[in-house]
């Protein structure tokens, strides 16, 4: 028996910190952040003209607490035997099943009682490929670049994400001459480049989606200004370990929860394709 060789369980890569998402700590309460929606405007006017008042105009973005935890028991004989010990190792692997929750969330929240993810916000940019869906191309990824480029949203720090389906179609396009048109793999580890924009791949972003008759088989790119991406976490994680609620049958249980929301800060930010079949 070797303990100190354990083996893991493999996890999909979370990729919205690393992509550069706006982290909020330590949030107390219900959050109100205000926004300018609209600036003013400029006019050029004769000498001694009277200049048109304009103020733009203001929102707010609100954010609030929903609460994400997991949960797990484990016996007196597990707590006595149990090689490496299994309280810690049931900890670590609630950090990291909430880290990858969140990511997976983050991209695509909207469910029951979740935040509304990137792929759920009203307003961001979206580009089809069919009816039915359809295998990417680059142009359909040149155009999503566009959706946000359009609105004075693209900037050096935007990045591409997606799945590992949508990168192995995107890695085999090839022109006229059976060349390579990409590779998302040239260069160091990380600098995986299209459109001279990062790109990056985690099995988080769904691969379940649906468009017309391609029922749960379509997955999603997504391009965006990550920095714009909100993530509010609300006081800090909680882990309680609880060996007297079962204590008839030895059983201790441990559960572990954290208060988050996730909001952007432009719609405009964002776009995506969310009908690609491979």
């Given at each position: 028996?070797?303990?100190?060789?354990?083996?893991?369980?493999?996890?999909?890569?979370?990729?919205?910190?690393?992509?550069?998402?706006?982290?909020?700590?330590?949030?107390?309460?219900?959050?109100?952040?205000?926004?300018?929606?609209?600036g003013?405007?400029?006019?050029f006017?004769?000498?001694?003209g009277?200049?048109?008042?304009?103020t733009?105009?203001?929102?707010?973005?609100?954010?609030?607490?929903?609460?994400?935890?997991?949960?797990?028991?484990?016996?007196?004989?597990?707590k006595?035997?149990?090689?490496?010990?299994?309280?810690?190792?049931?900890?670590d692997?609630?950090?990291?099943?909430?880290?990858?929750?969140?990511?997976?969330?983050?991209?695509?929240?909207?469910?029951?009682?979740?935040?509304?993810?990137?792929?759920?916000?009203?307003?961001?940019?979206?580009?089809?490929?069919?009816?039915?869906?359809?295998?990417?191309?680059l142009?359909k990824?040149?155009?999503?670049?566009q959706?946000?480029?359009?609105?004075?949203?693209?900037?050096?720090?935007?990045?591409?994400?997606?799945?590992?389906?949508?990168e192995?179609?995107?890695?085999?396009?090839?022109?006229?001459?059976?060349?390579?048109?990409?590779?998302?793999?040239?260069?160091?580890?990380?600098?995986?480049?299209?459109?001279?924009?990062?790109?990056?791949v985690?099995?988080?972003?769904?691969?379940?989606?649906?468009?017309?008759?391609?029922?749960?088989?379509?997955s999603?790119?997504?391009?965006?200004?990550?920095?714009?991406?909100?993530v509010?976490?609300?006081?800090?994680?909680?882990i309680?370990?609880?060996?007297?609620?079962l204590?008839?049958?030895?059983?201790?249980?441990?559960?572990?929860?954290?208060?988050?929301?996730?909001?952007?800060?432009?719609?405009?930010?964002?776009?995506?394709?969310?009908?690609?079949?491979t």
């Open positions: 028996h070797l303990p100190d060789n354990f083996v893991d369980v493999l996890r999909a890569k979370s990729v919205v910190t690393e992509l550069g998402a706006t982290i909020l700590p330590g949030l107390i309460g219900d959050v109100s952040i205000p926004t300018r929606t609209a003013a405007t400029a006019y006017v004769a000498e001694s009277s200049i048109t008042e304009s733009g105009t203001f929102g707010t973005i609100t954010m609030s607490p929903k609460v994400m935890g997991a949960y797990s028991k484990f016996s007196h004989l597990m006595l035997q149990a090689t490496p010990e299994i309280e810690g190792l049931i900890r692997d609630f950090i990291s099943t909430l880290a990858t929750k969140l990511d997976t969330v983050a991209l695509n929240g909207g469910g029951s009682n979740e935040p509304e993810g990137i792929l759920q916000t009203t307003g961001i940019g979206s580009v089809a490929i069919g009816t039915n869906g359809g295998a990417i191309t142009d990824v040149l155009d999503l670049k959706t946000v480029a359009v609105d004075n949203a693209d900037v050096a720090s935007c990045a591409f994400v997606t799945n590992t389906a949508v192995n179609a995107l890695s085999k396009l090839k022109d006229g001459n059976s060349a390579y048109h990409l590779s998302p793999y040239a260069g160091a580890i990380g600098s995986q480049q299209i459109a001279n924009r990062s790109f990056m985690s099995n988080n972003v769904p691969s379940n989606l649906t468009k017309g008759s391609s029922s749960g088989v379509c999603a790119l997504i391009y965006g200004n990550f920095s714009d991406l909100l509010g976490l609300f006081g800090e994680s909680e309680l370990v609880d060996p007297y609620t204590s008839q049958t030895g059983v201790t249980s441990v559960r572990i929860i954290q208060a988050l929301d996730v909001k952007v800060r432009h719609a405009e930010s964002f776009g995506s394709i969310q009908d690609i079949t």
